[in-house]
């Protein structure tokens, strides 16, 4: 056999010099997609009836900011309701006290099976249904006693609503992490004489991050847009604000353009934010987040 | 005679409708290493769970150290004991597993540092100068910031004992130790464990070793169908066994 002539040098550990694989295909859907993008710049700049000036004319302007303060309030301390009731439930329901673990899977079973809307609504009108709300003994005496339109006003009962209901979310989502960790660990902790909490918190929780984080990153920006839905117990956030200003100008499409670059903007903020945690949790473990080879915005590790 | 440090009488365990332990009876005295041998099933390692009450014997009486696993003994009647009782009977039981179990988010140190730091409370310094010293003398003084998925299966296995140790247990259960390692890393697990029997550590050893029982090994228990079939000196027990189900698997792994 004769050797060719790529034979020469075999041994000189030189970098392989091959002639990479040609994907002909990529540039004719760069082509197709530059294209496409060329026309959508020229559309979105040469209509007029996207109205820039009057996007920018609101995009920092006093109600819209109102609302989008409003909507990160709402969805933070929502958030923070959910993921720490959700933990609770969680724990509760997989817990050996058969007690606890049924009283969390009725509370999983009532809010997740009835509709937010209707939540809302129920905290909103509690007082219809108790005027008065007291602390004391059952059926005993009363220590204190407060009107339940200011014990829960608006605010209070958004939170209560978007809270209470993401908590039945959470707890699934928490459920199926812990569940995901080898019994190898528990069994490892407890061999150590460690407690059921003392391994929970210390082994099973930081390993089962790793699986609880992306869909709660998934709930937080769904909560984002979620929070809109106070406005059925007159409530206000980012997109009433917007809403109540075009039902009186009408310059509808521009400030949903607003309202739009705002939620892309948090919802920008948020997956950076998942991502630096994801890796705080994937310690000790290779994968991280997967990133898009077009759109890495980590750097390579 | 001194209090046994494991007395097994008449122990039963069933997982359903199986029967694993059918009247388990053995002793280990104090810096004794009893190896534990029989065929995949035999009930070995269930054996060996019961003993930190991983798993609960349904029947029999299990002692160490002279106390009830699991159990208190009052007015003539048997109490079960709360978690937290039997989580500090089993600070004294070390033990370690076939696939080694390490906390994958800790590093090496942190995984021998764990339990002195939350169950013992020890103060942090103290903790970290043990575990240095523990992971120095299984030989991994030079991989002590590496996590688990950064180190072989033999050096996670020594972290492991490393772990096990910290806890200064007077009762180490080895569960098939080196079953789940590559054949060229058995030798510097099994090194570790040899250094440890050296040093007066009361240990039960379930493994497929052979060589290691013969040599280590005071004892040798061969286990078969949830019974022990055989005791004896290794060697005795190896070279000259008695019963013929014994004979069989010998001839089979030997």
């Known amino acids: 056999m004769t050797a060719s002539s790529t034979d020469r040098d075999v041994r000189s550990s030189e970098p392989l010099d091959a002639v990479p694989v040609r994907h002909p295909g990529r540039w004719v859907a760069v082509a197709v997609l530059a294209v496409l993008a060329a026309m959508f710049v020229h559309t979105v700049l040469t209509n007029d009836n996207f109205r820039w000036n009057v996007v920018g004319t609101y995009l920092f302007s006093a109600p819209v900011l109102n609302g989008l303060s409003n909507t990160l309030l709402l969805t933070v301390i929502s958030m923070v309701i959910g993921i720490v009731g959700g933990i609770l439930l969680a724990v509760m329901r997989l817990s050996p006290n058969p007690i606890l673990s049924s009283v969390a899977a009725l509370y999983i079973w009532v809010f997740r099976g009835t509709p937010l809307i209707a939540q809302l609504l129920f905290w909103n009108f509690l007082s219809a249904l108790y005027p008065r709300l007291a602390l004391g003994i059952p059926f005993g005496p009363e220590f204190i006693s407060f009107d339940t339109n200011l014990l829960i006003n608006q605010f209070a009962a958004c939170l209560l609503g978007l809270g209470l209901n993401e908590a039945a979310y959470m707890a699934e989502i928490v459920r199926g992490g812990i569940q995901s960790v080898d019994h190898g660990q528990t069994e490892a902790a407890g061999a150590l004489g460690m407690s059921r909490a003392q391994t929970l918190r210390r082994i099973v929780l930081p390993q089962a991050m790793r699986v609880i984080i992306p869909p709660t990153g998934n709930e937080t920006i769904s909560m984002l847009k979620t929070t809109s839905l106070v406005v059925v117990i007159g409530y206000f956030e980012l997109l009433t604000s917007v809403q109540r200003i075009y039902s009186v100008n009408f310059q509808t499409i521009p400030l949903l353009i607003v309202a739009a670059a705002w939620y892309l903007a948090l919802t920008s903020v948020l997956s950076v934010g998942q991502g630096f945690v994801e890796r705080r949790f994937g310690r000790g473990v290779q994968s991280g987040p997967p990133g898009p080879t077009l759109l890495r915005w980590r750097p390579a590790t | 005679m001194s209090t046994p440090m494991v007395e097994a009488i008449g122990i039963h365990k069933r997982f359903g409708s199986t029967e694993v332990l059918r009247g388990v009876d053995f002793v280990v005295q104090p810096g004794e290493v009893a190896c534990v041998v029989g065929p995949s099933g035999s009930g070995k390692s269930t054996m060996l769970r019961c003993i930190n009450h991983l798993e609960r014997i349904d029947s029999g009486r299990l002692r160490v150290d002279g106390h009830l696993i699991g159990y208190r003994e009052a007015g003539g009647k048997l109490h079960e004991m709360r978690e937290s009782e039997i989580a500090k009977q089993r600070r004294d039981i070390g033990m370690v597993f076939q696939r080694f179990n390490l906390f994958p988010h ?149």
């Open chain 2, 106 to 254: 800790k590093t090496a140190l942190e995984n021998v540092m764990e339990a002195p730091l939350v169950v013992r409370r020890s103060a942090r310094a103290a903790a970290r100068k043990q575990a240095e010293e523990l992971l120095d003398r299984v030989g991994l003084a030079d991989r002590m910031t590496n996590y688990p998925a950064q180190l072989s299966g033999g050096q996670q296995q020594r972290v492991a004992i490393a772990r096990a140790l910290a806890m200064s247990p007077r009762l180490m259960l080895f569960d098939e130790p080196t079953s789940a390692l590559d054949p060229e890393l058995v030798g510097e697990v099994l090194d570790v464990m040899r250094g440890l029997a050296r040093d007066g550590m009361t240990m039960i050893v379930v493994t497929h070793e052979m060589g290691f029982a013969r040599e280590v090994g005071d004892s040798l228990v061969f286990m078969d169908e949830g019974r022990i079939v055989e005791a004896g000196a290794p060697r005795e027990v190896l070279s000259n066994p008695r019963e013929e189900r014994t004979k069989a698997f010998l001839s089979k792994v030997l």
